[in-house]
Structure formats: C-alpha cells, structure tokens
C-alpha cells in the first residue's frame, strides 16, 4: 500500500513575516505524520524553515537544484548545499523551470541525478501542453520526459523518487483535469515504468499537480493511481492546505 505525499510548491511567494505563521499553523494539525507532508519554499527561506520543521512530522524540500556538484556557476544551488540545510525533497523539472527557464529533457535528467547523488528525493514533474493534449499527444510527451531520466539514471532510480504529473494547462489556471484525465496519464506513467520494473512501478508515489484545491482534492486522490498531490497556489493557505493533507488521508 502507497503512502499518501501531499507537496506545497510555495513558488516564488512568500517573506520571513508570512512563512512563520503559516508553518506554524500546519504543524499544529494533528495527525500530520499519516500521510507524507513536504513544504518546498524559495532557496532563501530553507535554512530557517529547517530550524521551524526540526523534529516536526513535516519535511523539506526545495524547488530546483543545480545539474552541478559544486564550482563556477554563478546563481546556482547544488544538491550537497540542499541536503547540508536540511532538505529531504528537490523539485524537478516543474513546467515553469521547463517553460520559462528552458530547460529540457537532459538537463531535468542531471538534476534528477544530482539530487539523487546526494540522498535528496527527486520529485519528478512530467505534463502536457493543452496543445499537445488536444493533439491527443499527451502519452507521447509524458513518455518521453518519463524516458529521459530512465536512460540517464536507470530505472532502478525510480525507488527513490517521487514523480509528479502536472498538465501544464491545469497549473495556476484554476482548470483541474477531471479525475478520470489524472487517472489515465498516472496509469499510463505506471505502466510504462513498470515495462522496465514492476516492482518498482508499483511502489512508486506518483502525485497529481494543477489546481488542487481543498474542494477537488478528495476525488482526485480516491484514484487508484494518483498517491496525492503536488500544490501551489492553495499550499500557501495553512487552512486549504490542510484540508488538502486530510483529504489525502482520506
Ligand atoms: C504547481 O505549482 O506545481 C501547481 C500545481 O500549482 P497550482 O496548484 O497553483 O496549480
């Protein structure tokens, strides 16, 4: 049976004066430790936001990492700098780091493998452009941003990553993929991994990510395919984002 992840992408949001009460009102909920709980915020908060989650059921992650171990590459963060300030989670690939920073197929698969190589989770976002789903081409892109890490990585990485699949029409726009939609793409995404792995596959978290929001995510979690979610516009609302997390635990 596959534990429940509930993720917050906090994004570019956020102050020293907003992250306080906000994780302090998330970890005054009860039974936070029956479902997987990750905040990810901005680089600058995780340091502080380690101390806040010290011993705390919540864990850590980040929203991006450097492809390299460490040198000159001005205004990057690598994954050894991640794991030193406590984080256990690293976002990759999301589609506004694919979109709007270009960032491709390869250079997702070396973060991916950068994350790994320091013990940090990858959390692997994989979607469709609405373009390519009315093209009835979503399959054909999830695979082949599914495949490029399998062949950088191996298929035995998946045991210790989490994949997140995140239409990109869906994200920040307040349209949901209908429960059916997320189903499909998370059964497509386990079985093509379980080709190579069947373990493996079954084992795997795989989230849903795009508008989830306290009034859609029970139905989208009761899927037999979608293990939770990856949040961020309702992450940053202690209240919608536990609602959230108790729905996950169904
Ligand atoms: C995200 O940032 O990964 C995301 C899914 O955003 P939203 O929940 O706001 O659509």
Redesign the pocket.
Known sequence: MRRKLVAG?W?MHGSRADNGPLIEAILAAPNLETVDCVVCPPFVYLAELARALRGAAVKLGAQNVGAEAQGAYTGEVSAAMLKDVGCQYV?VG???RRGLYGEDDVLVARKFAAAQSRGLLPIL?VGELLAEREAGRTHELVGRQLEAVVALTGIGSFARAVV?Y?PVW????GRTASPQQAQDVHAFIRQRLAERDAKIAADLQILY????KAGNARELFLQADVDGG??????LKAEEFLSIVAAARG
């Open positions: 992408n994004k976002i999301h589609s506004e976002c997140a995140e869906a994200i920040g726009t990510g795009g508008s989830v990856l949040i961020g516009g309702a992450s």
